[in-house]
């Protein structure tokens, strides 16, 4: 029995002395892959080739390994709007950059982030240097940014995706039936364009929720079609038929109509961009990418130590309570962030990007209440990203300025509770019947396993109606607006950025470098630097953590494919607590 024990023990030494060994290993493997930060030089005549096949966040992260494809062990790290938007202006001044090339074959990300990098190459173009789009497919969102450059190519073999916008909702109500799943839906009184609940009530859109889809939509695409037809010398009309008739079907009525200037493969295309560039036709040209000139130094950054600083506060995700993560606003996180920037007495102002559907009530109070501390005490300026809507537009609302794009998705001003009754499922198609005790008579609210009772489906309905009226007021105050008058606008409904500055819920169009200029101009500042926060984690401390999420993330997406979206949305939605200011549904434009 000693050598029994004696042998055991040793045993389970060895596997931890063996599971530690691993780990080290394993760690040591991961420190490998990191690539190291050196900086980067520029070669003479070069050109910045921006490609834009990856997701774009607001903000580039830090760790190496977000996003990598642990399949074949292949770094695939986004890249960020805030580092886009600082290498086009950075080239702008860089004498060893004599052009642009946009790579527009793939492209994955909203219309209001296209519009910030539009403006940006907009800006830049201001130089004598060039910008040349190629793509050998061009969708609708790619061509929109292409339009902006000097040449807009196209493979002969090729064609552009040009016929106006639409957007597909997916309903859950029959399914629902068909399980024995009872939705319990409260809104807020009135709130008849609050439609986040709609797929689990209806089968189809309501008239209400077609209506501002119509709306909105339609204002993001008269913004794209007059954008187009500014850059390509095209009347509003003739884009309008082209999109109404087919006209541009194929690569050659695409030039004969203007949109393309030539067709040409991309070995035509390097050989006009060598002459750009002064060089022979055996010479190689000199691309460098974005994440690469991330790292190149900057000839326009301003010497020595800037004390004064603007911090951008970056609110991107599902508004959530607690810390969050990387993809969620936290009500904890942010709201330390917010309360660091405004007891830090260097940084002068503040701008919160916010890029949100919404989510929980509660958790956007929370972070309303930093912002209006915040700006009593230094200007606060809210830059939208694509999505500003429901609780996004909650925490952005006490801002002193509001900035948006034409095409950012916002307002959706409203509340709703969602619970879900799961009795008929269990009784009739699993068999399971389920026994409670209770100390009080509705000591069991909430739970899934019985009905509602009409008394506490009332006490529901008061607490949402009293958020509501909560969101309205403070609305009014941020916006100088009657609560009447925001409810007329409000009700759950989304608007378009274009329709919000009408509705007076945005004050200026423009990005984030809009918003951090007039943030620099209302502290009176004309010398400063940028801090970002909240501070980013060091890429060890999330590898561990993320590691078997993200490989969980990429099997279901491999088997779901473009469905992922869904996915993601019922998980998000059953997993709601609270009363929610959200995004009425799950949207894509295509």
Same mark, same amino acid.
């Given at each position: 029995?000693?050598?029994?024990?004696?042998?055991?023990?040793?045993?389970?030494?060895? $596997?931890?002395?063996?599971?530690?060994?691993?780990?080290?290993?394993?760690?040591?493997?991961?420190?490998?892959?990191?690539?190291?930060?050196?900086?980067?030089?520029?070669?003479?005549?070069?050109?910045?080739?921006?490609?834009?096949?990856?997701?774009?966040?607001?903000?580039?992260?830090?760790?190496?390994?977000?996003?990598?494809?642990?399949?074949?062990?292949?770094?695939?790290?986004?890249?960020?709007?805030?580092?886009?938007?600082?290498?086009?202006?950075?080239?702008?001044?860089?004498?060893?950059?004599?052009?642009?090339?946009?790579?527009?074959?793939?492209?994955? $990300?909203?219309?209001?982030?296209?519009?910030?990098?539009?403006?940006?190459?907009?800006?830049?173009?201001?130089?004598?240097?060039?910008?040349?789009?190629?793509?050998?497919?061009?969708?609708?969102?790619?061509?929109?940014?292409?339009?902006?450059?000097?040449?807009?190519?196209?493979?002969?073999?090729?064609?552009?995706?040009?016929?106006?916008?639409?957007?597909?909702?997916?309903?859950?109500?029959?399914?629902?039936?068909?399980?024995?799943?009872?939705?319990?839906?409260?809104?807020? $009184?009135?709130?008849?364009?609050?439609?986040?609940?709609?797929?689990?009530?209806?089968?189809?859109?309501?008239?209400?929720?077609?209506?501002?889809?119509?709306?909105?939509?339609?204002?993001?695409?008269?913004?794209? *079609?007059?954008?187009?037809?500014?850059?390509? #010398?095209?009347?509003?009309?003739?884009? #309008?038929?082209?999109?109404?008739?087919?006209?541009?079907?194929?690569?050659?009525?695409?030039?004969?109509?203007?949109?393309?200037?030539?067709?040409?493969?991309?070995?035509? *295309?390097?050989?006009?961009?060598?002459?750009?560039?002064?060089?022979?036709?055996?010479?190689?040209?000199?691309?460098?990418?974005?994440?690469?000139?991330?790292?190149?130094?900057?000839?326009?950054?301003?010497?020595?130590?800037?004390?004064?600083?603007?911090?951008?506060?970056?609110?991107?995700?599902?508004?959530?309570?607690?810390?969050?993560?990387?993809?969620?606003?936290?009500?904890?996180?942010?709201?330390?962030?917010?309360?660091?920037?405004?007891?830090?007495?260097?940084? !002068?102002?503040?701008?919160?990007?916010?890029?949100?559907?919404?989510?929980?009530?509660?958790?956007?109070?929370?972070?309303?209440?930093?912002?209006?501390?915040?700006?009593?005490?230094?200007?606060?300026?809210?830059?939208?990203?694509?999505?500003?809507?429901?609780?996004?537009?909650?925490?952005?609302?006490?801002?002193?300025?509001?900035?948006?794009?034409?095409?950012?998705?916002?307002?959706?001003?409203?509340?709703?509770?969602?619970?879900?009754?799961?009795?008929?499922?269990?009784?009739?198609?699993?068999?399971?019947?389920?026994?409670?005790?209770?100390?009080?008579?509705?000591?069991?609210?909430?739970?899934?396993?019985?009905?509602?009772?009409?008394?506490?489906?009332? *006490?529901?309905?008061?607490?949402?109606?009293?958020?509501?009226? !909560?969101?309205?007021?403070?609305?009014? #105050?941020?916006?100088?607006?009657?609560?009447?008058?925001?409810?007329?606008?409000?009700?759950?409904?989304?608007?378009?950025?274009?329709?919000?500055?009408?509705?007076?819920?945005?004050?200026?169009?423009?990005?984030?470098?809009?918003?951090?200029?007039?943030?620099?101009?209302?502290?009176?500042?004309?010398?400063?630097?940028?801090?970002?926060?909240?501070?980013?984690?060091?890429?060890?401390?999330?590898?561990?953590?993320?590691?078997?999420?993200?490989?969980?993330?990429?099997?279901?997406?491999?088997?779901?494919?473009?469905?992922?979206?869904?996915?993601?949305?019922?998980?998000?939605?059953?997993?709601?607590?609270?009363? #929610?200011?959200?995004?009425?549904?799950?949207?894509?434009?295509?």
């Amino acid at each position: 029995m000693k050598d029994f024990f004696k042998f055991m023990f040793s045993s389970i030494i060895g $596997t931890i002395i063996a599971i530690v060994l691993i780990l080290f290993i394993f760690i040591g493997s991961i420190a490998a892959l990191i690539p190291k930060e050196e900086a980067v030089s520029v070669k003479d005549n070069s050109i910045l080739k921006i490609s834009l096949n990856e997701d774009i966040l607001d903000r580039s992260p830090n760790n190496p390994f977000d996003n990598f494809n642990f399949q074949n062990f292949e770094p695939n790290t986004p890249i960020g709007l805030n580092d886009i938007l600082k290498n086009i202006e950075k080239a702008k001044y860089d004498s060893k950059i004599k052009g642009i090339f946009l790579d527009l074959s793939t492209i994955h $990300t909203g219309f209001a982030t296209l519009e910030e990098i539009r403006d940006a190459l907009n800006d830049f173009k201001e130089t004598d240097k060039f910008i040349i789009a190629y793509s050998d497919f061009y969708s609708q969102s790619a061509y929109y940014l292409a339009s902006i450059a000097d040449e807009v190519y196209l493979n002969p073999m090729g064609n552009i995706d040009y016929k106006g916008l639409r957007t597909e909702l997916m309903f859950f109500k029959n399914a629902l039936d068909d399980l024995g799943i009872e939705p319990v839906i409260i809104r807020g $009184t009135g709130n008849k364009f609050k439609s986040a609940v709609e797929p689990f009530m209806y089968d189809k859109m309501s008239e209400a929720n077609r209506l501002q889809t119509k709306t909105f939509l339609g204002s993001i695409w008269d913004h794209i *079609v007059k954008g187009i037809s500014e850059e390509r #010398q095209i009347s509003v009309e003739d884009l #309008q038929n082209m999109a109404d008739n087919m006209t541009v079907w194929n690569g050659k009525l695409a030039v004969e109509n203007g949109l393309i200037d030539k067709l040409k493969y991309i070995d035509e *295309v390097y050989s006009e961009m060598k002459e750009d560039c002064g060089m022979s036709e055996n010479d190689k040209l000199n691309f460098i990418s974005l994440k690469k000139y991330t790292k190149a130094p900057d000839p326009n950054r301003q010497k020595g130590l800037i004390k004064e600083k603007i911090a951008v506060v970056y609110a991107s995700g599902d508004i959530v309570m607690g810390k969050g993560n990387k993809n969620e606003i936290g009500s904890e996180s942010i709201s330390k962030a917010i309360r660091k920037a405004r007891l830090d007495d260097k940084i !002068k102002a503040i701008v919160l990007r916010v890029n949100s559907p919404g989510g929980s009530a509660l958790a956007s109070e929370i972070i309303l209440r930093e912002v209006d501390l915040a700006r009593k005490v230094k200007p606060v300026i809210a830059s939208m990203g694509d999505l500003a809507a429901s609780g996004g537009y909650y925490i952005s609302c006490l801002a002193d300025t509001i900035v948006a794009s034409e095409s950012t998705i916002t307002g959706s001003i409203g509340v709703f509770g969602l619970l879900f009754n799961i009795e008929k499922l269990l009784n009739n198609k699993l068999g399971i019947n389920v026994d409670r005790v209770t100390t009080n008579s509705h000591s069991d609210l909430g739970t899934t396993t019985r009905k509602m009772t009409a008394d506490e489906k009332l *006490v529901i309905q008061k607490n949402v109606d009293e958020i509501y009226g !909560k969101f309205l007021s403070h609305v009014s #105050q941020g916006r100088s607006l009657s609560i009447e008058d925001v409810d007329k606008i409000g009700q759950g409904r989304v608007w378009s950025g274009a329709n919000a500055i009408e509705k007076g819920l945005v004050d200026v169009f423009g990005g984030l470098n809009k918003a951090i200029d007039i943030a620099a101009d209302k502290a009176g500042i004309d010398k400063y630097r940028i801090v970002e926060l909240p501070a980013q984690k060091d890429p060890f401390d999330e590898i561990i953590s993320e590691f078997t999420g993200d490989v969980k993330a990429d099997i279901i997406k491999s088997e779901v494919g473009n469905n992922y979206k869904y996915y993601e949305y019922l998980q998000q939605t059953l997993s709601n607590s609270g009363y #929610q200011a959200r995004m009425p549904f799950v949207m894509e434009i295509y």
